[in-house]
């Protein structure tokens, strides 16, 4: 009789809970939630108490600005031996990366002549001499009816010391970083009259492109006279220029004739 009115009892218990609205049961025994939330809280500050603690807040810094430093790094250079150095220990510039040797410059120095060329090749990158490949060796057969030889009465350099991956051409922002070490090279360099030799020179010293129509007509660059041509490796790859190329020799010996 006792085991029927506890039946009862309980049945009558859960249609209590189901008319209240409690029709699942989670757990077998009650959960005290309050006593939930404190348990949370006080681990949670333990294991904020056991955190190391951060050290004193980072100061960012500033952003470098590449063209900057270049300038700076220019102009501290006295002679041609310090901008060698100074370029060589240019960090920003991250052709550096990818490249075997620096490539600072070949000839005479305090020759009358300067010629700037674009960026190093394969081979250049290799000796660490400008125009020493295929389109130095055409250079060289260039100079020699003129009287010019970079041994004797010829400089050369390049806007960008270190070669560019696959040889592709400089980047606006590469050109721009490296050309304080440009402007100081001539600077100390010194030379009479300025060839200017291929696009990305004429971009570099000009502020312009468009070699073809630039070639022959003589401008300004540094404070100097210079002329524009035909890269030679354009002239290898397009023979019928070379009649142009020869003509601009002219206009150079021509030139320096007149400055004598």
């Known amino acids: 009789m006792e085991s029927a009115l506890e039946w009862h009892t309980a049945r009558a218990l859960l249609e209590w809970q189901l008319e209240m609205g409690v029709d699942e049961a989670i757990s077998d025994a009650p959960v005290d939630r309050f006593a939930v939330e404190v348990q949370a809280k006080e681990r949670a500050a333990e294991k904020k108490a056991q955190a190391p603690q951060a050290g004193p807040a980072r100061v960012k810094r500033p952003e470098i600005d590449p063209v900057a430093e270049a300038e700076k790094a220019a102009a501290?250079?006295?002679?041609?031996?310090?901008?060698?150095?100074?370029?060589?220990?240019?960090?920003?510039?991250?052709?550096?990366?990818?490249?075997?040797?620096?490539?600072?410059?070949?000839?005479?120095?305090?020759?009358?002549?300067?010629?700037?060329?674009?960026?190093?090749?394969?081979?250049?990158?290799?000796?660490?001499?400008?125009?020493?490949?295929?389109?130095?060796?055409?250079?060289?057969?260039?100079?020699?009816?003129?009287?010019?030889?970079?041994?004797?009465?010829?400089?050369?350099?390049?806007?960008?010391?270190?070669?560019?991956?696959?040889?592709?051409?400089?980047?606006?922002?590469?050109?721009?970083?490296?050309?304080?070490?440009?402007?100081?090279?001539?600077?100390?360099?010194?030379?009479?009259?300025?060839?200017?030799?291929?696009?990305?020179?004429?971009?570099?010293?000009?502020g312009k492109r468009g070699i073809t129509r630039l070639r022959g007509q003589w401008t300004e660059a540094e404070g100097r006279p210079a002329l524009p041509m035909f890269h030679p490796a354009y002239l290898l790859r397009n023979p019928p220029a070379k009649r142009d190329a020869w003509s601009d020799m002219l206009e150079l010996k021509a030139r320096l004739r007149a400055l004598a």
């Open 76 to 206: 501290a250079a006295q002679d041609l031996d310090a901008l060698k150095a100074a370029m060589a220990g240019f960090e920003h510039c991250e052709l550096k990366k990818g490249a075997r040797n620096l490539v600072f410059a070949d000839g005479k120095r305090g020759a009358r002549v300067m010629f700037v060329g674009e960026a190093p090749g394969r081979d250049e990158d290799q000796q660490g001499k400008p125009f020493v490949g295929r389109a130095g060796q055409l250079l060289d057969r260039m100079l020699e009816p003129v009287g010019l030889r970079r041994s004797e009465n010829v400089y050369i350099t390049n806007v960008l010391p270190w070669r560019p991956p696959q040889n592709r051409d400089p980047k606006p922002d590469e050109i721009a970083m490296l050309r304080p070490f440009l402007k100081r090279h001539i600077a100390l360099a010194k030379p009479d009259v300025l060839v200017i030799v291929g696009n990305i020179s004429c971009q570099a010293l000009l």
